[in-house]
């Protein structure tokens, strides 16, 4: 059962993606608990306005409901909290925290294999997880950039380049992923994380008989400062 709270929590913003213009999600970092929290006003609509958040900053919420949300469905159920609409930057963030200042935070809570994050049993074609499924809606992959291979494919319907990400497992067949992150910092051969989300379930207008919730790339950290930044289009 769901705790609905009137309560300040300060959270890190670690990731930003594009949502339906002029929208964006956010995926925060709880430094207390050592947990991803998806922040949102409602279940029904996106919440925040494109250019909300900036990665590497703290912001504080009024959380009006913690995980697990009780409308909310799984596995978006897990990470997902209700919060008031109002989010003030904290003062002392005037600087963003760095990438690798980021991965030092989260190094300590990645993962080898994508199954370690969703349940071996619960990814289907190496691609998607059911809608209902009790599993983290977010994790963080170990990597290195030379293992990730970012390309475009096509358009999307904000008429923005689609950007996907190949990542090299050793011994077995590449993943590859849609990417709906931001931005991502790239560079030659440098540790890496890679955060993942899972999309909200989609049924390609009922061609699915469950609805789908498709793994994306987020996000990227790296271990050390960077050389080139890449801005989705």
Not at 18 to 25: A, T
Not at 142 to 164: E, S, V
């Amino acid at each position: 059962m769901a705790k609905s709270l009137d309560v300040d929590k300060v959270l890190l913003a670690v990731a930003t993606t594009y949502m339906k213009r002029p929208y964006e999600c956010v995926m925060c970092w709880c430094e207390t608990d050592n947990k991803f929290l998806r922040p949102v006003t409602n279940l029904e609509a996106n919440s925040w306005k494109l250019g909300t958040f900036t990665v590497g900053k703290r912001y504080k919420f009024n959380v009006v409901e913690e995980p697990p949300v009780e409308k909310a469905i799984l596995p978006h159920q897990n990470e997902d909290m209700i919060v008031g609409n109002e989010v003030i930057p904290m003062a002392k963030d005037r600087k963003p925290l760095a990438q690798n200042e980021l991965y030092a935070k989260l190094r300590d809570y990645g993962k080898l294999f994508v199954t370690d994050i969703f349940g071996n049993d619960n990814i289907k074609e190496d691609k998607y997880i059911n809608k209902g499924v009790n599993c983290a809606s977010a994790g963080i992959l170990h990597c290195n950039t030379d293992d990730l291979n970012f390309y475009y494919d096509g358009y999307d319907i904000n008429g923005r380049r689609k950007q996907r990400c190949k990542i090299e497992v050793k011994g077995k067949q590449d993943l590859d992923f849609p990417c709906s992150a931001q931005y991502i910092e790239r560079s030659v051969n440098r540790e890496c994380l890679v955060l993942l989300g899972l999309a909200r379930g989609y049924d390609k207008n009922g061609e699915f008989h469950k609805k789908r919730c498709y793994i994306m790339v987020i996000g990227v950290l790296m271990e050390s400062p960077v050389s080139e930044v890449l801005k989705s289009e």
